[in-house]
C-alpha cells in the first residue's frame, strides 16, 4: 500500500457564520495513534498571532529542519537557493489563510541526550483578529493551542507592544478558565518571536538581544500603574519558562512580491542568518520539553483525549464570554448607570412607603412610583454612555424590569401596614363563627337539629383555624399552612364582596327600572 505523502491535517475546525468550533477527532486521531508514537511522550511546538504575520511561512523553515535531520542531520539544513519552500500552506497578500488548528500529519520522532525518545508535533493556528473573527474566536484558538502545547510561540510584528501583552493575558487567562485550578504555573514555555525587528543598533537580532528587550519589557516598577504591573505578573504566572527571539525583516522580495515562493535566493542574508540561530535552537533535542499537565508529562494517546476534553469545554456555556475593550466597557458604564438610575428610584420610594412610614393609599403610592419610574429612567436616558442607543436599550430594559421588581415589593411593604389587612383573616374567621353560631340558634328553634349539629361543627373547625393562625403567627412556624388560611380567608371575603356587590347593582337596576316605568304610566 502506497504510503500517503506528509501534509497539514485539519484537526479544529471553525465555523465562521455561527462562531463554533468543531474537533477533527478522527483525523487527529489517525496522526496521534500511530504504533510507533502512541505511547511516547509528546512535545508540541505551536505558532500563533495575529493573521498575515508569517506563522506558517516560519513553520516550513522548521519543518525543512526536522526533515533534513531525519535524512542524516546535513549542516546546510536551509537546502538550495532555488527550492520553493513547502509545507503549510502561506501565500502573500492581505487576507488570512489558515483556519482554525492543524498539525503536520507526520510526527517526527527525537531523541533526547538521554536516550529517551519523543514525538515533535508542529501545529499551525488561524491568524487572530482577523475580519470575521469575535474575541471569543481569537480567544478560543489561542487558549487550545497554548493548553495543549509544551512550546507556544507568540508571533509578533516589529515589536511588543503594550495590547500584545494584554491580548496575551486575556488569551491565557480564558486557557485557565479551562483546565482545572492547579497550584503550579499552568503553561510551559512561552517564546516572543518578534519580527522584523528594525532597531538592532539597540537590542542586537537573536536570543540575546531578544532577552534583553524582553526584560525591558516585562520589567514590574513601583510607579507603574496598577493594571500594567498585573498584566505583568500574569504573564510570569502562567509560564514556566519565557523568552524571546528578534528577527530582521526577510526583504523587500518576500513582502511585496505576488510571485514569491519561498526560494532562498529571493530571502534577505540576515534573516537567513538568524534563522539558522533561532530553528536548531528551538528544535534542539536538549531545549524540547514534553508535555506536561498538572506535572505528569503526555503522551500522543493522552494528548488526544486532552484535546477532546478541552473542545468540549468551549464548546459548551460554562465560560464567560471574552469581549472587545470597548464592548466591556460600555457594558461596565451602563450597568453602572443602572444602578444609579435604580438607587434614585428605590431612596425616592422609600423617603414615601419604606421603613416605619405610615401605610399609603394604593392609589398614591402608584402616582409615585410611576413619578419615580420616569424619574430614574430619565436620568439613566441622560447619563452619558458608551455603545450608542441600541446599545442601551438592553439595559434601560433590565432596569424598567428592576423597577417593577421593586415596586411589587413595596406594595407588599406598603399592605403590611394596613391594620384592616393584618386582622383580615381573624376578622373573617370570626365573622363566619358568629353567622353560624346565629345560624345554630335559629335551626335549633326550629326543630331542625341535625343542621344545627352541623353548624356546630363548622363553628368549632373555625375556632380551630383561628387557633391555629394565631400561633403560627406568634411562633413562625407551619408558615406554608398560614398561608392556606389566609388565602382561604381572602377567597371568602372576595366571594362575599362580590356577592354583595353584584346584589347592590341588581337592586339599583331594578330601582331604576320602576322609576322608569312608573314615570311612563304618569305620561
Not at 356546630?456 to 373555625?462: E, P, R
Request: net charge negative; charged share 25%; glycine share 6%.
Amino acid at each position: 500500500m502506497e504510503c500517503k505523502k506528509p501534509g497539514p491535517v485539519q484537526i479544529v475546525c471553525v465555523h465562521k457564520e455561527q462562531h463554533s468550533f468543531e474537533l477533527e477527532e478522527k483525523a487527529l486521531a489517525q496522526v496521534l495513534l500511530q504504533d510507533h508514537i502512541r505511547d511516547l511522550d509528546v512535545v508540541v511546538l505551536s505558532v500563533a498571532g495575529a493573521f498575515r504575520k508569517g506563522k506558517s511561512f516560519f513553520l516550513d523553515f522548521m519543518l525543512r529542519y526536522l526533515y533534513f535531520q531525519k535524512e542524516g542531520g546535513r549542516s546546510n539544513w536551509l537546502g538550495d537557493l532555488e527550492e520553493p519552500l513547502t509545507g503549510f500552506s502561506w501565500r502573500g497578500g492581505s487576507d488570512p489563510e489558515t483556519t482554525g488548528i492543524q498539525i503536520w500529519s507526520e510526527v517526527f520522532t527525537v531523541e533526547k541526550p538521554d536516550g529517551k525518545k519523543v514525538a515533535v508535533i508542529l501545529m499551525d493556528t488561524q491568524g487572530a483578529f482577523d475580519s470575521q473573527s469575535t474575541v471569543k474566536d481569537c480567544a478560543t484558538i489561542f487558549a487550545l493551542s497554548t493548553m495543549t502545547s509544551s512550546v507556544q510561540i507568540y508571533n509578533l510584528s516589529q515589536n511588543i507592544q503594550e495590547d500584545d501583552l494584554q491580548q496575551l493575558q486575556l488569551f491565557t487567562e480564558y486557557g485557565r478558565l479551562a483546565m482545572d485550578e492547579i497550584s503550579q504555573k499552568p503553561f510551559q514555555t512561552l517564546m516572543f518571536l518578534v519580527r522584523d525587528w528594525s532597531f538592532p543598533y539597540e537590542y542586537s537580532y537573536g536570543l540575546e538581544g531578544g532577552m534583553a528587550f524582553l526584560d525591558k519589557r516585562l520589567q514590574v516598577k513601583e510607579q507603574q500603574h496598577e493594571e500594567i504591573q498585573n498584566v505583568r505578573n500574569h504573564i510570569h504566572s502562567c509560564f514556566s519558562s519565557v523568552n524571546c527571539f528578534l528577527l530582521p525583516h526577510p526583504g523587500l522580495q518576500v513582502a511585496t512580491s505576488p510571485d514569491f515562493d519561498g526560494k532562498l535566493k529571493d530571502i534577505a542574508t540576515e534573516f537567513k542568518e538568524q534563522l539558522q540561530t533561532l530553528i536548531p535552537f528551538i528544535l534542539d533535542p536538549c531545549n524540547l520539553m514534553e508535555k506536561e499537565i498538572n506535572g505528569s508529562k503526555v503522551t500522543c494517546r493522552g494528548l488526544l483525549e486532552y484535546f477532546k476534553a478541552y473542545i468540549k469545554i468551549y464548546q459548551g456555556e460554562d465560560l464567560p464570554h471574552p469581549k472587545s475593550m470597548l464592548q466591556a466597557t460600555a457594558e461596565a458604564n451602563n450597568l453602572a448607570a443602572a444602578a444609579s438610575a435604580k438607587d434614585i428610584y428605590y431612596n425616592r420610594m422609600e423617603e414615601v412607603c419604606g421603613g416605619e412610614k405610615p401605610y399609603l393609599s394604593p392609589d398614591i403610592l402608584e402616582k409615585k412610583h410611576c413619578e419615580f419610574k420616569q424619574l430614574a429612567i430619565d436620568h439613566f436616558r441622560k447619563t452619558k454612555k458608551m455603545g450608542g442607543k441600541d446599545f442601551s436599550l438592553r439595559y434601560q430594559e433590565e432596569l424598567e424590569g428592576e423597577i417593577k421588581e421593586l415596586y411589587e415589593n413595596f406594595l407588599k411593604h406598603n399592605e403590611s401596614k394596613n391594620v384592616f389587612s393584618t386582622f383580615r383573616t381573624p376578622a373573617v374567621i370570626f365573622t363566619g363563627i358568629v353567622v353560624l353560631y346565629i345560624a345554630s340558634g335559629l335551626t335549633h328553634f326550629v326543630g331542625l337539629e341535625t343542621v344545627a349539629q352541623l353548624f356546630n361543627c363548622l363553628v368549632g373547625l373555625l375556632l380551630i383555624a383561628l387557633l391555629t393562625w394565631g400561633y403560627i403567627r406568634y411562633s413562625g412556624e407551619y408558615r406554608e399552612l398560614g398561608g392556606a388560611i389566609d388565602s382561604g380567608a381572602t377567597f371568602v371575603l372576595e366571594q362575599a364582596s362580590s356577592y354583595m356587590y353584584n346584589s347592590t347593582q341588581a337592586a339599583l337596576r331594578n330601582e331604576i327600572v320602576g322609576r322608569h316605568l312608573v314615570d311612563k304610566k304618569a305620561q
